[in-house]
């Protein structure tokens, strides 16, 4: 069950948005107010958000630099009332999947969020294929679950690849807590508080080799893994 986020300030437009995807078996959290997309986001995984582009504060196009400032590979499409050839432009500019002009129908919604989680999940499927990171004197390969120091191979548990794949993506380094226990955990993630201090604990000592590579503790937030260069 595919996991989106809607943000838009309609409040009659958004709900019925939401029921009719629910409808459709889709979870949907709906935020009216771009603050709490954004609050969301950093919370939550989603696998496609939709946003309105005209609301007070903070416009769509704004909130989705921040979006993919924090997570740049999930994709979204933009809703909006301003049709023009160059608002269009301006919104795939900004790296939009699609850009949907209202009114439209919910139908037509439905299948464009359709054709954009099959393509996501084609894009995904090939990336993470052969997909390896350069963590400093280290080498990870994600499908493999192997980390590489020179001559030394160390097999990674499920948890700590994902763990480590949560950090060579983000663009800081920098994972937050409750975004890795929900990610990671989902359901359970309350319970799991100490067992993340565990992964991290383990993390650290499988990147004891290279002393250029530190994980550090971010007080209320989470980790972030600092790369020293020479």
């Known amino acids: 069950m595919a996991k989106l986020l809607l943000v838009d300030d309609d409040l009659t437009l958004g709900p019925l948005i939401k029921e009719y995807l629910e409808t459709h078996d889709f979870t949907c959290v709906l935020c009216h107010n771009a603050f709490d997309g954004l609050k969301s ?3 939550e995984d989603y696998d496609l958000c939709i946003l309105d582009i005209v609301m007070p504060l903070m416009n769509g196009l704004e909130l989705a630099n921040e979006f993919k400032y924090f997570k740049a590979n999930v994709p979204f499409l933009f809703l909006s009332s301003k049709g023009s050839i160059e608002d269009r432009i301006k919104g795939l500019e900004h790296g939009a999947d699609d850009y949907i002009l209202k009114p439209f129908s919910m139908k037509e919604l439905l299948l464009r969020i359709n054709t954009i989680l099959k393509r996501s999940k084609d894009q995904e499927s090939i990336a993470n294929a052969n997909k390896e990171y350069n963590i400093g004197q280290y080498v990870f390969h994600l499908t493999s679950r192997e980390l590489l120091y020179h001559t030394l191979i160390i097999h990674l548990s499920d948890i700590e690849a994902q763990l480590l794949s ?3 993506e983000s663009p800081d380094g920098i994972i937050y807590r ?14 799991k508080s100490r067992s993340l201090n565990v992964y991290i604990s383990k993390l650290r000592k499988y990147l004891i080799h290279d002393e250029m590579i530190k994980i550090k503790n971010i007080h209320g937030k989470g980790y972030q893994m600092i790369i020293k260069s020479n």
């Open 41 to 43: 986001f950093k919370k």
């Open 166 to 168: 949560m950090f060579c």
């Open 178 to 191: 409750d975004r890795a226990l929900n990610q990671i955990w989902r359901d359970e993630y309350n319970f």
